[in-house]
């Protein structure tokens, strides 16, 4: 078998289990984007520099782009569609990016989000200089930077009280 072989991997995302086929060097990215329709994770540069691709993997945050689809077999992969719950109510970092204004093309932003969910788990939101040095993997070509760091602050805060 060549790499270029489909063969058929299975995904667990978001509490639901994904079925695809694809050649065993698809990229977790690729496979969330193309293959399984879950385009809410984007890709800005494909060479792990943007910070666009951020997911969850068993509640770490890492780059899709980074990530070959095989190795995230059989562990928890959170994407930006699985935040809010399922009753529809959003994240509170999800609410904190909109109250704060913490976006403008929102190409960035699920990357921003789910960076932002483990920078405050990881509790690296202590201070606005922590955030901003632990939010420094996310690019942010709008200039968000000020109002992204305010909805950490404030998503932090709410977590903790
Ligand atoms: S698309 Fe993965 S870091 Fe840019
Ligand atoms: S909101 Fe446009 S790149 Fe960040």
Same mark, same amino acid.
Request: net charge negative; glycine share 4%.
């Given at each position: 078998m060549t790499s270029k072989t489909p063969?058929?991997?299975?995904?667990?995302?978001?509490? =639901?289990? =994904?079925?695809?086929? !694809?050649?065993? +060097?698809?990229?977790?990215?690729? !496979?969330? +984007?193309? =293959?399984?329709g879950l385009t809410g994770t984007k890709k800005g540069c494909d060479q792990g520099q943007c910070g666009a691709c951020t997911v969850h993997i068993d509640g770490q945050r890492v780059l899709a782009c980074l990530t070959l689809a095989a190795q995230a077999e059989g562990r928890a992969i959170t994407t930006i569609e699985g935040l809010a719950g399922e009753d529809g109510a959003l994240h509170a970092v999800q609410a904190a990016f909109l109250e704060q204004d913490a976006f403008q093309c929102g190409y960035c932003t699920p990357g921003q989000i789910m960076s932002a969910v483990a920078c405050i788990r990881e509790g690296h939101a202590g201070s606005d200089e922590e955030i901003r040095e632990y939010m420094a993997g996310n690019l942010c070509r709008c200039g968000a930077y000020p109002h992204i760091v305010a909805a950490v602050r404030q998503a932090a805060v709410e977590a903790t009280s």
């Open positions: 063969t058929p991997i299975q995904l667990q995302i978001n509490g =639901h289990r =994904h079925e695809l086929e !694809a050649e065993p +060097r698809v990229t977790l990215l690729d !496979a969330l +984007r193309d =293959h399984l």
